[in-house]
């Protein structure tokens, strides 16, 4: 979550004790607006969400690694005009 944060493109928010409560980001792509937004779930669990408008499009659960980079993964194929589940760098 620390390099998110560290990305202007990414809004983190954190609780009072400085533990991270959600991370999101907006990506206009194919003239529809797509969020994407983390956040912390049960143990160490990260949940991962994709909207396109108001609709989820995509939820998966893992590692807060896993997700973090998955989740840049999405911004940078939505960004380059890419599906977001593009492989192709």
Do not use: F, Y
């Amino acid at each position: 979550m620390a390099e998110l944060a560290r990305d202007v493109s990414w809004q983190v928010t954190t609780g009072v004790g400085g533990q991270w409560i959600t991370a999101e980001t907006a990506v206009r792509h194919d003239g529809q607006e797509w969020r994407i937004g983390l956040t912390p779930a049960r143990g160490d669990i990260t949940a991962l969400i994709l909207w396109s408008g108001d609709k989820v499009v995509d939820h998966v659960r893992g590692t807060e690694a896993a997700m973090c980079a998955r989740a840049q993964r999405w911004r940078d194929n939505l960004e380059a005009g890419r599906d977001w589940q593009s492989t192709a760098s």
